[in-house]
């Protein structure tokens, strides 16, 4: 998954980059943080997500779609 929107070896992405990475707008992925459907870390006042959590959402994003 990584590789679709950056380096490899980047393992914490920034709203703006998940925004960009899943095709959302700003105020859906903040959405997706608020209700956990995204998990995300907190550094400072900055609020990360990590690879795995994306890698997560798009699977969950498939299994509701093979379930309906």
């Given at each position: 998954?990584s590789?679709?929107?950056g380096?490899?070896?980047?393992l914490?992405y920034?709203v703006?980059?998940?925004?960009?990475a899943?095709?959302?707008?700003?105020?859906v992925?903040?959405?997706l943080?608020r209700?956990?459907r995204l998990?995300s870390?907190?550094?400072?006042?900055?609020?990360l997500?990590?690879?795995s959590?994306?890698c997560?959402y798009?699977a969950l994003?498939?299994?509701?779609?093979?379930?309906a």
């Open positions: 998954m590789d679709l929107i380096p490899p070896d980047v914490l920034k703006v980059d998940v925004v960009h899943l095709n959302l707008s700003r105020s992925v903040f959405d943080l209700t956990g998990r870390v907190r550094e400072g006042r900055a609020r997500i990590p690879a959590a994306l997560e798009i994003l498939e299994q509701e779609a093979d379930a």
